[in-house]
Antibody, heavy 116, light 107 residues
Framework: EVQLVESGGGLVQPGGSLRISCAASGFPVSSNHMNWVRQAPGKGLEWVSVFYSGGNTYYADSVKGRFTISRDNSKNTLYLQMNSLRAEDSAVYYC??????????WGQGTLVTVSS | EIVLTQSPDFQSVTPKERVTITCRASQSVDSTLHWYQQKPDQSPKLLIKYASQSISGVPSRFSGSGSGTDFTLTIDSLEAEDAATYYCHQSRTLPWTFGQGTKVEIK
């Protein structure tokens, strides 16, 4: 059974850093394109970043240069390192598996709140 | 960036009615357009992939159509459990984008 479990969210001050994790089970993260998608409170879905199975990474313009996506194949875990956080980065962050260019599984999300 | 515009933003519907949600792309996405359902405090769930392909375990009352720039999600005979927000999503071109969502309320 495919499972994605995010962790690491919390309250952080503007300008601060946070690393969130997504532990996968039921499939190898290295064999799939893995995404982070966020949702601000009461708002819609916004794609953040993708780690292609081949190793390339891409980012939304809104986070480019501040966020870094990575994966640890030995732990079957995806990460998102978030630096220089802003209030507008406050959101639930979902880890999402992409299979044949379709996001087919989502985690339950982890809440990141950027506030002083 | 490909902008996806859904209509309507909100729909209040009586059970057993048919619901139609449209998604228009700012440029062609071929058939690389997918639909998701999100219920309150839950993660999104895949309903339809590649515009019209059904997903195992999703009730047959959900169907999709379209290609290029114009797409439709149809819910035949709405049930109370279908109260949710529905999103279209394109994975044709980075950055992946989502529609703004259509909230379906049960009268």
């Amino acid at each position: 059974e495919v499972q994605l479990v995010e962790s690491g969210g919390g309250l952080v001050q503007p300008g601060g850093s946070l690393r969130i994790s997504c532990a996968a089970s039921g499939f190898p993260v290295s064999s799939n394109h893995m995404n982070w998608v966020r949702q601000a409170p009461g708002k819609g879905l916004e794609w953040v970043s993708v780690f292609y199975s081949g190793g390339n990474t891409y980012y939304a313009d809104s986070v480019k240069g501040r966020f870094t996506i990575s994966r640890d194949n030995s732990k079957n875990t995806l990460y998102l390192q978030m630096n220089s956080l802003r209030a507008e980065d406050s959101a639930v962050y979902y880890c999402a598996r992409m299979m044949q260019w379709v996001i087919d599984y989502w985690g339950q999300g982890t809440l990141v709140t950027v506030s002083s | 960036e490909i902008v996806l515009t859904q209509s309507p933003d909100f729909q209040s519907v009586t059970p057993k009615e048919r619901v139609t949600i449209t998604c228009r792309a700012s440029q062609s996405v071929d058939s690389t357009l997918h639909w998701y359902q999100q219920k309150p405090d839950q993660s999104p769930k895949l309903l339809i992939k590649y515009a019209s392909q059904s997903i195992s375990g999703v009730p047959s009352r959900f169907s999709g159509s379209g290609s290029g720039t114009d797409f439709t999600l149809t819910i035949d005979s709405l049930e109370a459990e279908d109260a949710a927000t529905y999103y279209c999503h394109q994975s044709r071109t980075l950055p992946w984008t989502f529609g703004q969502g259509t909230k379906v309320e049960i009268k």
